[in-house]
């Protein structure tokens, strides 16, 4: 094993003796344009809806509760795609969203949302990674097509351009905070407030046993 | 016998004819469109969103919603409603607070939360639409009788 890596480090440290100068640098622009171009054509392969509803778990889960909603067919056809709310569009992020993307293929494989039912148990938590992951970067999805800069709340309606006055200008909110459901359907939330607060639940418990 | 017949067969003709001619006739929400067609459909009517409230034609009758409620999801998971209605976030929201006879159960308890018969909102309380009646209204809220009968009365009450 260290003979071997010996010998390769030894071939790639000494001059070449059979190719000249021009054909490896040429070559290694034209493979690197190949590869590097590969690279993104395959990764922007994944980031379509055709790649994600590919499966049935987002096909008939998902993607069916999207398809009603204003985010799917509108007045004006519009509409956003999967991997334009859920994959960062900048390059750096999206790269890391790629790759925690890959526990997604494992529990594919696994089949661990295989099932509705399955899916359906699943869901809350799934559908929290998804609000702390958009609350944590400011709901930066929906602004890439929603600025803030560009609403015309005179445009809006009364109850809609106070709120947003109130909690989107002042930063106080962002807009996943209220606008939670509005793509696919909410998962059980009766669940979710026992799941925020362990320990307030077994804190209760422990009274109410008394 | 046989003129018997005849008889019988032309009171049931005219019956028939009668009938149909009556049919025709008979003013219907489907117009005058043929069975076996379908009529234009009518332009679907704009929701009132103007977040006024409006005011109850009888005492009882539960509030209208004064806005879009466009895919309010409100089922075992959770009630897009009370986001805003509910009695913990009309602080946040200013919404008018789902009324505390939503929280008293059948047996008269009250709980903590809205009641399960009262959960489904829109089973009373809905949105309104610009649409023209379809058939003319004749309700006279409980003042106007009122007014009415007065000046029935001669002014006196």
Not at chain 1, 135 to 157: F, G, K, P, V, Y
Not at chain 1, 174 to 185: D, F, M, P, R, V
Request: charged letters at 20%; one cysteine or more; hydrophobic letters at 40%.
């Amino acid at each position: 094993m260290l003979g071997f890596l010996r010998r390769t480090w030894g071939a790639v440290r000494r001059p070449s003796v059979h190719y000249s100068l021009g054909f490896l640098t040429m070559g290694g622009f034209v493979m690197g344009v190949v590869f590097w171009g590969g690279f993104n054509t395959a990764l922007e392969l994944t980031n379509t809806e055709t790649f994600c509803t590919g499966c049935h778990e987002m096909r008939d889960n998902v993607f069916v509760e999207l398809q009603p909603t204003i985010h799917y067919s509108n007045r004006s056809g519009v509409r956003a795609t999967c991997p334009d709310c859920h994959v960062p569009h900048e390059w750096t992020n999206k790269i890391a969203r790629k790759m925690q993307a890959s526990k997604e293929v494992w529990g594919k494989i696994f089949g661990t949302i295989n099932t509705r039912e399955k899916f359906l148990e699943k869901r809350l938590e799934l559908a929290q990674h998804e609000w702390a992951r958009l609350e944590a970067n400011d709901s930066l999805e929906c602004r890439n097509c929603h600025s803030a800069e560009s609403m015309d709340i005179t445009r809006q309606s009364t109850r809609a351009a106070e709120a947003h006055e109130r909690f989107l200008f002042t930063g106080e909110k962002t807009c996943i905070s209220c606008h939670k459901g509005i793509a696919h359907q909410l998962p059980d939330l009766g669940q979710a407030s026992l799941m925020a607060a362990p320990e307030a639940v077994a804190e209760l418990s422990g009274y109410l046993d008394q | 016998m046989k003129r018997q017949t005849a008889l019988i067969a032309a009171i049931l003709a005219a019956a028939i004819g009668g009938a149909a001619l009556a049919q025709q006739s008979v003013a219907t929400l489907r117009g005058g469109t043929p069975l076996a067609d379908n009529a234009d459909p009518m332009v679907i009517p704009k929701v009132v969103n103007t977040d006024l409230r409006q005011v109850r034609n009888y005492p009882e009758q539960p509030p209208l919603i004064p806005h879009k409620i466009d895919g309010y999801q409100i089922d075992l998971n959770a009630n897009k409603c009370l986001t805003c209605h509910s009695r913990e976030a009309i602080e946040i929201s200013q919404a008018p607070m789902v009324s505390i006879t939503h929280f008293m159960s059948r047996d008269n308890q009250f709980l903590a939360s809205v009641t399960p018969r009262r959960y489904f909102c829109n089973q009373c309380h809905v949105a309104q639409t610009e649409a023209r009646p379809l058939v003319e209204n004749g309700f006279v809220d409980i003042d106007s009788v009122l007014e009415y009968v007065k000046n029935q009365q001669g002014g006196s009450d």
